[in-house]
Nanobody, 121 residues
Framework: QVQLVESGGGLVQAGGSLRLSCVAS????????MGWYRQAPGKQRELVAT???????NFADSGKGRFTISRDNAKRTVFLQMNSLKPEDTAVYYC???????????????WGQGTQVTVSS
């Protein structure tokens, strides 16, 4: 089994910054893509940013220029640095990882429990 544990959420004023972290543990042979998604009340879960094991990144338009994603492969950790936060960034942020649990066989997506980010105006 694989567990993803997020941390770093909280309450911040508009214009402020937060850094989210997510650590993967459990039965892991390798991790392909890791990423962050968010879900605001009454809305569908949406992509924030992803990063491959080689460091290639992808961002939703909403975060371009404000958010940075990075990862430490040795520590199985992904980070999301969020700057210039806006009230519309308020949501529960979920970590996602595409994990290959063994040297043979396929991979599977896993999700963290989510961390609340609230941006006040």
């Amino acid at each position: 089994q694989v567990q993803l544990v997020e941390s770093g959420g909280g309450l911040v004023q508009a214009g402020g910054s937060l850094r989210l972290s997510c650590v993967a543990s459990g039965s892991i042979f390798s991790i392909n893509v890791m990423g962050w998604y968010r879900q605001a009340p009454g809305k569908q879960r949406e992509l924030v940013a992803t990063i491959t094991s080689g460091g290639r990144t992808n961002f939703a338009d909403s975060g371009k220029g404000r958010f940075t994603i990075s990862r430490d492969n040795a520590k199985r950790t992904v980070f999301l640095q969020m700057n210039s936060l806006k009230p519309e960034d308020t949501a529960v942020y979920y970590c996602n990882a595409n994990v290959r649990p063994a040297i043979v066989g396929g991979s599977k997506d896993y999700w963290g429990q989510g961390t609340q980010v609230t941006v006040s105006s």
